[in-house]
């Protein structure tokens, strides 16, 4: 069975840092495009980018490109997101997710884990 | 960016009927689009992608439709476990986009 678990959301203060990781489980981690996906509350969902099996191409929505680096350890299954100068505006469910092998769509998702950003 | 306008935003329906929801985009993209349902504490699920691919396990009472601009999702004979919240996502250009979303109660 699939499963991807993000982990490292909670309360951080504006301007601070962080990494959230995603395990995960019951495939072939190293075969696959890894992307992670934010939604706030009440709107919608928004594409941050996604990185490719060897971590040679790693694509970001441009206006969120200078916040957010994406990685990934294969060895460990995990992918990651790092995060920097978060602001109120970052408070969002933050999703990782797993694509399709047809196109940047998601076959996977986790559930998501949730950052608030507020002092 | 593409902009994808999903309509309606809530939709009512009761079991057995069939709903159609419709997912608009700002410019031409093919047959770029995926599907997904939404459930309260699980992950999202996809259910379509190229427009009208079922995802594997997905139930036959789902269908999907349309090229270039205009797409609709179709749900026949409505199951209980139906009623939840439905996205459209395009893939034909970068950053992909979401429609805001559908959600469907029961009547």
């Known amino acids: 069975e699939v499963k991807l678990v993000e982990s490292g959301g909670g309360l951080v203060q504006p301007g601070r840092s962080l990494k959230l990781s995603c395990a995960a489980s019951?495939?072939?981690?190293?075969?696959?495009?890894m992307g992670w996906v934010r939604q706030a509350p009440g709107k919608g969902l928004e594409w941050i980018g996604e990185?490719?099996?060897?971590?040679?191409?790693?694509n970001y929505t441009p206006s969120l490109k200078d916040k957010f680096t994406i990685s990934r350890d294969n060895a460990q299954n995990t992918l990651y997101l790092q995060m920097s100068k978060l602001g109120s505006e970052d408070t969002a469910i933050y999703y990782c997710?797993?694509?399709?092998?047809?196109?940047?769509?998601?076959?996977?998702w986790g559930q998501g884990v949730m950052v608030t950003v507020s002092s | 960016d593409v902009q994808m306008t999903q309509s309606p935003s809530y939709l009512a329906a009761s079991p057995g009927e069939s709903v159609s929801i419709s997912c608009k985009a700002s410019?031409?993209?093919?047959?770029?689009l995926a599907w997904y349902q939404e459930k309260p504490g699980k992950a999202n699920k996809l259910l379509i992608y190229?427009?009208?691919t079922l995802q594997s396990g997905t139930p036959s009472r789902f269908s999907g439709s349309g090229s270039g601009t205009d797409f609709t999702l179709t749900i026949r004979s409505l199951e209980p476990e139906d009623f939840t919240v439905y996205y459209c996502?395009?893939?034909?250009?970068?950053?992909?986009?979401f429609g805001a979303g559908t959600k469907l109660e029961l009547k």
């Open positions: 019951g495939f072939s981690f190293n075969d696959y495009w």
């Open positions: 410019k031409s993209i093919s047959t770029y």
């Open positions: 997710a797993r694509f399709g092998w047809w196109g940047n769509y998601f076959d996977y």
């Open positions: 990185i490719n099996q060897d971590s040679s191409t790693i």
């Open positions: 996502q395009h893939y034909n250009e970068y950053p992909p986009t």
């Open positions: 190229s427009g009208s």
